[in-house]
C-alpha cells in the first residue's frame, strides 16, 4: 500500500481527499502547516507528498525546493493559483505534477495514479539490477559505482565528492575496520590526518544525510567500519 502524505490547511480539502484516497486504497497522512514538514516526512516516509502552496508558516514553493536538496520523492502541488508564472514555477523546481483548486479529487487520484505507475517501472529497473555489480548495497541504502550516487529508498541523497568516496571504501570493505589515516591518504588524498579531524565530520555528514547514526560505527576513535 502506497503512503501519501498531504500537507494542507483547509481541514475541509484535507479530510475530505484523506478519505477518498483512502477509499482507493492508500494510505494517507495529514500536516496542516509549512512547520515541521521536513520532520513529518521522515518519521512517515512518504511515497508520494501533496503538497499545498499557501501554507502557514513556510511557502509551499520553498518547501519543495528544500525538499528536493535532499530528496526526489514524487510532490503533486496544489494551488489557488492559476496564472502561467505560477504552473511554470512549480516545474521549474521540480515539482512532478500541479493541480489548480477547485479540482477533482478524480482527476487527482489519475495524475496519482500515473506517478505511482512511474514509480512501478523504477522498481522493475532496480530490480533488474539487484545483481549488477557496480551497485553497493547496504540495507535500503544504493551506492551506484557507475553514476557516483547514493540513493536510499529510491529517493537521492546529495553527497560532496569526499563524502561519496569515504562512504564508498567503507561501502566496499563490507564490515571489515578502515583506519582514519586509510580515508585520509589514500580516499581523499590528505596527508595530515595525524593533526586534522576532517575525516570526523565528513562521517558525520554521510551519517546524518543517510538518516542512520548507527551505520558507520567508530572503533576506538581511529578506525570505521560498516555495522555488520
Known amino acids: 500500500m502506497y503512503k501519501i502524505l498531504i500537507v494542507e490547511d483547509d481541514a475541509g480539502i484535507s479530510k475530505s481527499l484523506k478519505l477518498y ?126 553514476k557516483n550516487t547514493v540513493s536510499k529508498n529510491m529517493n537521492q541523497i546529495s553527497m560532496t565528492k569526499n563524502e561519496f568516496d569515504i562512504f564508498k571504501k567503507i561501502m566496499q570493505e563490507d564490515g571489515k575496520i578502515v583506519a582514519r589515516e586509510t580515508l585520509m591518504t589514500e580516499t581523499i588524498w590528505y596527508d595530515k590526518y595525524m593533526f586534522d579531524r576532517t575525516i570526523d565530520t565528513h562521517i558525520k555528514n554521510v551519517r546524518k544525510k543517510v538518516g542512520d547514526k548507527e551505520m558507520i560505527l567508530t572503533v576506538r576513535g581511529v578506525w570505521y567500519r560498516l555495522n555488520k
Open 21 to 146: 484516497l483512502e477509499n482507493s486504497n492508500f494510505e494517507v497522512k495529514i500536516h496542516e502547516t509549512g512547520e515541521w514538514v521536513h520532520e513529518k516526512i521522515a518519521s512517515e516516509i512518504p511515497d508520494l507528498i501533496i503538497l499545498d502552496i499557501n501554507l502557514p508558516h513556510k511557502d509551499g514553493i520553498v518547501i519543495c525546493e528544500e525538499i528536493r536538496k535532499e530528496k526526489m520523492t514524487p510532490i503533486i502541488m496544489l494551488t489557488a493559483r492559476n496564472s502561467e508564472i505560477d504552473r511554470v514555477k512549480t516545474l521549474e523546481i521540480w515539482a512532478d505534477d500541479y493541480i489548480a483548486k477547485p479540482f477533482s479529487p478524480r482527476e487527482l487520484l489519475a495524475r496519482i495514479n500515473t506517478i505511482i505507475r512511474r514509480i512501478e517501472q523504477n522498481k522493475d529497473i532496480i530490480q533488474e539490477q539487484e545483481d549488477d555489480e557496480d551497485i553497493l548495497k547496504y540495507k535500503d541504502i544504493r551506492l551506484d559505482l557507475t
